[in-house]
Structure formats: C-alpha cells, structure tokens
C-alpha cells in the first residue's frame, strides 16, 4: 500500500522523485551507519545538534566522545523540557530551547511531534522563539565546531543562509545535513545554498533530500559568498 501511495504521488509530483530515488540508494548502501559513526574526531569536540528531539543522536555522539561538549536546539516545548530533565545532571549538554536562524523573535511551528515544521502543513502549531546566528555566537564562544547534525524539518533554508551570511559556517568541521523537500521550488534553495558552501567545505557524500556530509576545506577561500538563491 505504501508503494502505491509513492507511486501515484510521484506521477502527480514527478519532482519529489529525487528524494524517492536517493532514499532508495540511502537503504541499499546502508548509509545510515554515516550518522551513527564518527571517527578521527578530536577529543573534547564542541557539538551543535539542529533539532534534539528526544536526544538519541546526541546520545550516540557522547558515547563515541564522552568529553564531547554539545549544545543541542529543540524549540519544541514538551521535547525541550523532555531534554532538560534528561540532561540536567550532565555538563556536557546545553540545551537551548530555541531555534537558530536570520533573526530574532517568534516563529509559528506546525506540531508533528519530531516533524514539527515551520514548512510543513500541520493542523496543530505552537510558536517558538528564534534567536539569530550573530547573537548566539556573540554570546558563546566557539571558535571550531567539530561536528553539526541538521534536521530541523524545513528550518535549514533559513538557518543555512544565516550561517553562511555570518561567515560562522568556517568555525564548522564536519555538517551533516538533511534538506526537506516540502515544495517543488525548494530544489533550487538547496542548489543556491550548496553553491554557497561550496566557498569553505566540500561535499563527500550526498543523497539529495536524505542526508548529506560536508567538511571543511583545508585552505577556505577567504571570501564567502554572500549573494542570494
């Protein structure tokens, strides 16, 4: 029945076909050990989660990493809470019960549980507060980010530009990334915004609106590429 479903959707929206066929190829290398295995990290790595969720990702870092510092983003109040009473004891997580991006304020999510959305269409929805990229940064101090997980359900077409328009996006090592494919002209966002990256990290591996890795260059350019999508 699934496949049924796939199927007719894809001859209506035949563009949602790249991230049907890249998770196909996502299931048949296995390429989910890519986000549950991180080697040749340094110790005492700093972490940022983009979406902690129940904090299973953060979990499987720190088990690799026990001197690891993370700082996780879960705007979504019950997880958020969820977070705090689990972390409460652990130095090692920060929660910020916030979302990251351009601008201060408020921001209305949809509620889907781990696929609550400021994209997406959902029937329930709660506002969250958004604290911009520069004020964060300005308040912690962060010089290297080892490693970055990004699921955040459609909010990386605004956290990503925000990164890369601070030139925070060099203090970044290792980005792992899921872009959400919620509408037809979302393809060419990700085109602008991987254009854009490309001035500081390369991509070594890519399955289009699954997961894909980016890393630091060796030498960045010195300019980044400040221009839109």
């Known amino acids: 029945m699934a496949s049924l479903k796939k199927f007719i959707e894809r001859r209506r929206n035949p563009w949602k076909g790249i991230g049907y066929d890249a998770y ?4 048949r290398d296995g390429a989910q050990s890519r986000l549950e295995r991180y080697d040749g990290l340094p ?3 700093t972490v940022m989660d983009f979406g902690g969720y129940i904090g299973e ?3 499987r870092v720190l088990t690799q990493y026990p ?3 993370v700082h996780m983003f879960e705007p979504h109040p019950k997880f958020a809470q969820g977070l ?10 920060h929660l910020h019960d916030v979302a990251l ?3 201060n304020g408020m921001l209305p999510l949809s509620d889907a549980a781990d696929g609550s959305s400021a994209v997406a269409a959902h029937e329930r929805s709660f506002e969250a507060r958004t604290i911009a990229v520069r004020d964060f940064f300005a308040k912690w ?9 990004i699921n955040i359900e459609g909010g990386e077409y605004d956290l990503l530009p925000a990164l890369l328009d601070s030139r925070d996006i060099a203090r970044v090592g290792r980005l792992q990334m899921q872009f959400h494919l919620f509408d037809e002209d979302l393809i060419a966002v990700r085109d602008g915004i991987r254009t854009r990256l490309e001035a500081t990290h390369d991509c070594v591996w890519c399955y289009p609106f699954v ?3 980016w890393r630091l260059k060796t030498s960045p350019k010195a300019g980044l590429k400040t221009g839109g999508t």
């Open 211 to 213: 997961w894909e890795e």
């Open 101 to 103: 991006g351009s601008e």
């Open 67 to 69: 001197g690891a510092s």
């Open 57 to 59: 990702w953060a979990d």
């Open 84 to 93: 705090l009473e689990k972390y409460a004891s652990d130095p090692r997580v």
């Open 141 to 149: 101090d962060l010089p290297r980010i080892d490693l970055v997980k």
């Open 24 to 27: 196909k190829a996502f299931r």
């Open 43 to 45: 110790d005492g790595l």
